[in-house]
C-alpha cells in the first residue's frame, strides 16, 4: 500500500539522519575521553536493549533498540561511583574541570564540524545552478537604469567569476548600497555596468536583515499578453487578454522579451499573429484549460494615438495595445476578499496602497503582506479605464515557516502562475576547494548565528514556543529531502547537526552544556561539587529533558494532524 511505502522510507530518513548524527556526536565524546586516558566501558547508538554489536578492548560497541539518540558510558561518571585498581583515577567525575569540559564539549563540537565538512562537500562537488542570465529586467529597478537588458550574461562581479544565477544572487545580497561593476556579455562582446543593488530588508521569524536587490528576474516571461483597451490595434484585430502569442510575421516567439523586442523593431506596421486563446474545460473537482489556435491580422497603428490609461511605461508594444500580463488577474476565487471588492478575472493592477505595481511579487505581494486585515486601496486598468478598489484581505489559519501558528491575509486572485517561459539553462557549478572550504566555515558560522538568536527568541517569548519541532517533524524533513536527492539530504543533516550541537550547549543537567558548566564551577572552586547536589541535578535534568521532548512532540503532533 503507498501510506505503508512512505512510512517506511519516512522511518528510514529518520532513522538514517539520527544514527549518523548521534554517532557522530557521540564519537566525538569518545574521542577525546580516550585520548584523556578515561575509561570508556559503552558507546551505544540508540536507547534501550541492544540489538548488535561487539567488545574491543574495555569498551563495547553497540546499536541499540531506539534510534533517538545514543551514550558513551563512561567509568566512574555517576555520583559515588569510584573505579578501583589499575583504573583508579580514570573515572569521568576524577578528571580535572579542564578535561571534563573538553570531553563535554567535544560532542557539539563533533556536530558543528560535521556541518562544516558538509558545507565543503556540497560546495566542491558538482551541483546543479541556472545560467546566470538575465530573464528580464524590473522596471524603476537598479538594473534597469544601469543599462542591463534580457539576454545579458553575466561574467563577473567586481572581478569574481560568476558561476550560476544562484551564485550571483548570494553576490548581490551581500552588497546592499556598494556599487559594483558587472561585466556582461552581450551580442558576443563584452560589456562593463556600473551599478548599485538597492537594500531591501528581508524578514523571517528570526531576525531582519538587510540584502542588496537590483531587480533581475533568471527567467523569461512566456508570450502572454494583456490588452491596454478596446480601441486599440490589437483589440480590433481579435486579440484576447491572456492569449499566448506564438508567431509573429512567421517567426516563432520563445517569450514576452523577445515578442516586445519585436513589437519594438516593426513599429507602425501591420502584424500577423499566431496565438494559442485558453479556454476552460469543465473537470470534477476543478478547471482545466485548453488552448486554441487563431492567427490574427492586427492593423499598423494610428500616428499620434494617445496611450490608454495605466499603463506606466508607454514605450515598444504600447502602440499595438499589448502588455505582459504579469499584473493581471487570472486567478480569482468567487468568494476571495479580490472578489468581494469588486475586482474581475483580465483586470492589470496600475498601483496598490498609493505606489505603482511593476513586478507582482515585489510591489503587490508586499503591500498586501504588510496590510494584513486592513483596509487596502489598489487601483486597476479594466476595458482601458482606471478602477478605484478598496480590498480587506481574509485571514486563514495557517503555519509559519518556524512551525507557529499565525493568521495569513488572503486576497483570492493572482495573475497566472505560469507566467515564466521556462527556458532557463542548467549549468553544473562547483567551487574551487579553498573557496568551498571558506564558504562551508561561514555558512555554518551564519547557521548556528541564526539558530542561536531563535533559540533566545523563544527563551524570550519573542518566538511562539511553538515553535520547538521534535521527532516528528525531523522525520517530515529528512523525507522530503531524501525524495529531493543526496544533496538536499546533506544539506538537512547540516541544518539538524548544528541544531543538535546547540541544543546540547544549553545548561540544562543531564546535557553537555551542564557538563561544560559544571567544570567552569569547579575550576571557580577549585573543588568539585558535592555528591548531593549532582544527583539533584540529574534527575531534574532528566525531568526536564523529558518535558521538553513531551512538548516537542505535542508541537508535532498539532503541525501534522490539527491544522
Request: hydrophobic share 45%; with cysteine; net charge neutral.
Amino acid at each position: 500500500m503507498p501510506w505503508v511505502q512512505s512510512a517506511v522510507l519516512t522511518l528510514l530518513a529518520f532513522a538514517t539522519l539520527i544514527s549518523i548524527l548521534v554517532f557522530v556526536h557521540e564519537m566525538g565524546h569518545l574521542l577525546v575521553g580516550k585520548i584523556f586516558n578515561v575509561k570508556v566501558l559503552r558507546f551505544s547508538i540508540g536507547f534501550g536493549p541492544k540489538l548488535f554489536g561487539f567488545t574491543k578492548g574495555e569498551t563495547e560497541y553497540r546499536v541499540s533498540a531506539l534510534p533517538l539518540g545514543g551514550y558513551v558510558k563512561f567509568g566512574g561518571d555517576v555520583p559515588g561511583e569510584e573505579l578501583e585498581g589499575a583504573d583508579k583515577g580514570r573515572g569521568y567525575l576524577e578528571q580535572p574541570p579542564f578535561r571534563k569540559a573538553c570531553i563535554a564539549f567535544a560532542g557539539p563540537a563533533a556536530n558543528f564540524l560535521l556541518a562544516i565538512c558538509v558545507g565543503i562537500g556540497l560546495n566542491a562537488v558538482p551541483h546543479k545552478d541556472w545560467a546566470p542570465v538575465v530573464g528580464f529586467v524590473i522596471p524603476s529597478s537598479p538594473a534597469e537604469a544601469a543599462g542591463v537588458r534580457h539576454g545579458d550574461r553575466i561574467i563577473s562581479m567586481d572581478g569574481e567569476p560568476v558561476r550560476g544565477f544562484n551564485h550571483f544572487r548570494e553576490l548581490v545580497s551581500a552588497r546592499p548600497g556598494r556599487a559594483v561593476e558587472l561585466t556582461v556579455q552581450r551580442a558576443g562582446r563584452e560589456e562593463k555596468l556600473r551599478i548599485t543593488p538597492e537594500s531591501r530588508e528581508e524578514a523571517n521569524p528570526i531576525q531582519t536583515v538587510k540584502q542588496g536587490r537590483i531587480g533581475i528576474v533568471q527567467s523569461p516571461r512566456k508570450a502572454e499578453v494583456t490588452l491596454l483597451g478596446p480601441d486599440t490595434p490589437a483589440a480590433r484585430a481579435g486579440v484576447q487578454t491572456f492569449d499566448v502569442v506564438t508567431r509573429l510575421d512567421g517567426q516563432s516567439i520563445q517569450s514576452w522579451e523577445q515578442l516586445e523586442s519585436m513589437l519594438r523593431a516593426r513599429a507602425g506596421k501591420p502584424l500577423s499573429l499566431e496565438v494559442l486563446r485558453k479556454r476552460e474545460v469543465a473537470a470534477p473537482g476543478g478547471t482545466l484549460w485548453a488552448q486554441d489556435p487563431l492567427k490574427l491580422q492586427v492593423p499598423a497603428p494610428q500616428a499620434g494615438a494617445a496611450p490608454a490609461q495605466g499603463v506606466v511605461n508607454p514605450d515598444g508594444a504600447t502602440p499595438y495595445g499589448l502588455e505582459s500580463s504579469g499584473l493581471t488577474i487570472f486567478a480569482l476565487k468567487s468568494d476571495s476578499a479580490a472578489a468581494e471588492a469588486g475586482l474581475l478575472r483580465g483586470d492589470r493592477v496600475v498601483s496598490i496602497a498609493g505606489k505603482p505595481a511593476l513586478f507582482w511579487p515585489d510591489d503587490v505581494e508586499n503591500a498586501l503582506r504588510a496590510a494584513g486585515g486592513k483596509p487596502l486601496a489598489m487601483t486597476v486598468r479594466r476595458d482601458g479605464k482606471l478602477v478605484e478598489a478598496t480590498v480587506r484581505q481574509h485571514l486563514r489559519a495557517d503555519h509559519d515557516e518556524a512551525g507557529v501558528r499565525v493568521q495569513v491575509p488572503e486576497l483570492g486572485a493572482a495573475p497566472d502562475q505560469l507566467l515564466e517561459a521556462g527556458h532557463d539553462e542548467p549549468v553544473s557549478v562547483r567551487f574551487p576547494f579553498p573557496e568551498a572550504v571558506q564558504r562551508g566555515v561561514v555558512g555554518t558560522w551564519e547557521a548556528t548565528r541564526g539558530m542561536a538568536v531563535g533559540l533566545a527568541k523563544i527563551v524570550t517569548g519573542d518566538i511562539s514556543s511553538e515553535a520547538i519541532g521534535g521527532p516528528l517533524m525531523i522525520a517530515d524533513v529528512s523525507r522530503k529531502a531524501l525524495d529531493d536527492g543526496p544533496l538536499a539530504f546533506f544539506s538537512v543533516m547540516s541544518l539538524i547537526s548544528i541544531s543538535l550541537g546547540l541544543m546540547n550547549l544549553i545548561p540544562i543537567p543531564v546535557l553537555d552544556g551542564f557538563h561544560i558548566l559544571s567544570a567552569a564551577i569547579e575550576g571557580i572552586r577549585r573543588r568539585p561539587l558535592s555528591l548531593r547536589f549532582r544527583e539533584v541535578a540529574n534527575m531534574v535534568g532528566v525531568a526536564l529533558v523529558l518535558s521538553l521532548m513531551l512538548f516537542a512532540l505535542k508541537n508535532d503532533v498539532m503541525r501534522k494532524f490539527m491544522h
